[in-house]
Every structure is written in structure tokens, then in C-alpha cells.
């Protein structure tokens, strides 16, 4: 039976926070597990503090942007050594240069334009989704970059 | 159909961006194009919720997106899926600024086809009725009305040079 994946929704927005969760939900990608924050600073203390197989992240947020949590997210990531979780910008961003700056520079995996769709949802994010679950499936991202099953520390102590 | 223009000259890029944004947005959230009627036929001295953005990169100008009462309503039903959503409750005025601030994603984009580069502020939201707003001195304003089947609403484009052309919603 395949793990729940474990969700990061980001937006300052309430009322957005429950539309990504329910058409998510509907679009049946995984059984997700949800988590919300309501702006960067706050998302970026719980990526810290929990751990999340996949993020959905607004842009247009105060005091910190969807790009620049993406950018952090991946410094955190890199420093601590643990597997790139799948990030996804959900924005009503729509000019090109803004998208390549957010997938390109600062590392996000796939974005989603508002509004969008439940169909939407599942022609865009089927690719992170499935990583998201491969990555539920092997216990989360919080191990170094690389480790197999059964390697590590406990891995070899017990293995 | 043109914008109806109170005072003062609005580059006629940013209203037709404007119109452009509010037929392709409208129809993808909605389903249909919303119908461009003139200003004066439509009330607007009734309870509104509206979505303020501001614009800035070459031409500094702001957006208000007025939604009268049942419109709102309405709209946010739609928007929700179904659920209802009261005029005065927080839902209400998170889907107004989010409203606009997916309007204002297509106005850019709008924007940067035309060559005019432009970045979006943050939504606000302000919630009224029968306000009457007077622009700065040398500003101009524009009004642009819709009729939907889901009410009609109306946009207040204000445009200035000093950057200060929204100060508050209102018509």
C-alpha cells in the first residue's frame, strides 16, 4: 500500500490554502497528507521542523516570495544533506521570464497557473507527484542525498 | 468598447490590457466572457467588496476590481465550488484579492506582449458603498463595466505619474 505523501501548502490566502487541498484531493494524485502555512517565514520554520515529500507554494506572498522560500528550501536542503523534495509554484504569475526565474535559478520543480483546474492538476503534476510518492514510499526525504535502503549509519550497524 | 475615461489620458495600453485580462480570465474561471456595457448604466451606489493592485515598472498606475453584493456572492460561490461564502466574512475578502491578484498575473502578461514591462503589488482588499473618490490632481481614472450572468461589476483604473493614483476604492 503506498504511503501517504506528506503536503506543504503555502498561501497567505485562507480561502487558496483550501482550494489547492481540495482539488488536490480530487485529483486523486496521491493520498496527500496536508500542512499549511500561511506565509514564507511560517513555511520555512515547518520545513525545517517537519518533514514533506512534496511543497505547493503561492508566489505573491509578504514579507517572504514563493521564489525566495524555494531558494531557502533548497539551501536547507543542500546544507543538511537531504533529498530535493519536489517544489510547486501555484501562481497567477503568468510571463515566461518569471517562470524560468522560478524554475530555472531558484529550483522549483513545476508550477501550476491560477486558476487551474482539477484536470489541470493532473496533466501538470503528475511527474512531482510520483517523486513525492517515491520518496513517501522510502521512508521521506530526510536522509542524506544518495542512501539506499538498509545504508547509513543504522545500515551498516545492523545490516 | 472603449474605457470611459473621467479625466485626464490613461495609455491606452493599460485599459486595453485591462479588458483583454478580464474576457480571458473571466471565461477560465467562469466559463464565459463577460459582456463590456457603458459605466453609467450600471449602479454603483450599492455594498461593494474590492480587490486593489498596484502596478508598477514603466507607468505607475493601480486596479480595483469592484464587485457589488450579490455579484460577490455569486462569484464566490462559483469560486468555492459551491459553498457559500458571506459578503462579510474573511473568505469573502481573501477571494476578492485573490480575484484580482489572478486578474492582475494576465494583465502583465498582457502588458509584456505589448512591450510594457510592469510588476504587480500585493492584493488589498476594502469592502463599501457609494463611496466617491476624487483622483490626484493630473491623474486619471477609467471605469470599465461588465455585465455576467453572475451580476454585473465594474474596474477602476487609476493612473498617475507620482504612483499615488489609488489611495482609496471608489467610482
Known amino acids: 500500500m503506498a504511503a501517504k505523501v506528506r503536503a506543504l501548502v503555502v498561501d497567505d490566502s485562507g480561502v487558496m490554502r483550501k482550494m489547492v487541498m481540495r482539488s488536490l484531493t480530487q485529483a486523486e494524485l496521491a493520498d496527500f497528507e496536508f500542512t499549511e502555512a500561511a506565509d514564507g517565514a511560517e513555511a520555512f520554520e515547518k520545513f525545517k521542523t517537519e518533514a514533506f515529500e512534496i511543497a505547493f507554494i503561492d508566489w505573491n506572498m509578504p514579507n517572504m516570495t514563493g521564489v525566495d522560500l524555494v531558494r531557502e528550501i533548497r539551501r536547507y536542503e543542500k546544507e543538511n544533506g537531504f533529498e530535493r523534495i519536489p517544489l510547486v509554484m501555484v501562481t497567477s504569475e503568468k510571463t515566461m521570464g518569471k517562470m524560468q526565474e522560478a524554475l530555472d535559478e531558484a529550483g522549483a520543480d513545476a508550477y501550476i497557473a491560477k486558476p487551474f483546474t482539477v484536470d489541470d492538476l493532473r496533466a501538470k503534476l503528475q511527474k512531482p507527484v510520483a517523486r513525492a510518492q517515491q520518496l513517501a514510499d522510502a521512508g521521506g526525504a530526510r536522509k542524506p542525498a544518495g542512501a539506499k535502503s538498509g545504508g547509513g549509519f543504522f545500515g551498516r550497524l545492523f545490516g | ?171
Open chain 2, 1 to 171: 468598447m472603449s474605457a470611459d475615461v473621467v479625466n485626464a489620458t490613461i495609455p491606452q495600453e493599460i485599459t486595453t490590457a485591462v479588458q483583454a485580462a478580464v474576457g480571458k480570465t473571466f471565461e477560465a474561471m467562469y466559463g464565459a466572457r463577460p459582456e463590456e456595457r457603458p459605466a453609467e448604466e450600471i449602479d454603483m451606489d450599492v455594498p461593494y467588496v474590492a480587490g486593489i493592485i498596484s502596478f508598477v515598472g514603466d507607468e505607475k498606475w493601480s486596479l480595483c476590481w469592484m464587485l457589488p453584493q450579490p455579484t460577490a456572492e455569486r462569484m464566490a460561490a462559483q469560486f468555492m465550488g459551491g459553498m457559500e461564502v458571506p459578503f462579510d466574512s474573511e473568505d469573502m475578502a481573501d477571494i476578492a484579492g485573490e480575484l484580482v491578484n489572478i486578474l492582475a498575473g494576465e494583465v502583465v502578461a498582457q502588458l509584456e506582449r505589448q512591450g510594457m514591462p510592469a510588476q504587480m503589488s500585493l492584493p488589498t482588499v476594502a469592502r463599501g458603498a457609494g463611496l466617491r473618490v476624487f483622483p490626484d490632481h493630473g491623474n486619471g481614472v477609467a471605469r470599465i463595466a461588465y455585465d455576467s450572468p453572475l451580476g454585473n461589476f465594474w474596474f477602476r483604473v487609476a493612473y498617475g505619474s507620482d504612483g499615488a493614483s489609488h489611495r482609496m476604492p471608489g467610482h
